[in-house]
């Protein structure tokens, strides 16, 4: 299981906003220690749940390159889970059958 900076219980389908990083330990190059860095400040989907509650996130940049990083509790703040695919088909049959037409 793993929890936010406030506690919150954060799932496999959570969106999480990474407020910080702290890349010490890491030997990143410049130019990858700035893509790494602008993950602060962004809504990213976590990717998995490790055996320690850590939470992994991923960011794309340009079609062959993506980084992931890991992120402890502190570093960053859960923003709402997203909904299923079943979710979502009985949202739009829902609207559907609320909008008036020629049907």
């Not at 990474?18 to 893509?35: A, C, L």
């Amino acid at each position: 299981m793993a929890v936010d900076c406030n506690g919150r219980v954060v799932t496999k389908r959570s969106l999480v906003r990474v407020i910080t990083f702290d890349p010490t330990g890491f030997q990143f190059d410049t130019k990858t220690r700035d893509k790494v860095m602008s993950f602060i400040g962004d809504i990213c989907a976590v990717t998995e749940i490790d055996e320690y509650g850590y939470v992994w996130v991923s960011k794309d940049f340009g079609p062959y390159e993506h980084h992931t990083i890991k992120l402890e509790p502190e570093e960053y703040e859960w923003v709402s889970d997203r909904p299923t695919l079943i979710q979502k088909f009985v949202r739009a049959l829902m609207a559907w059958a609320r909008v008036p037409s020629s049907r």
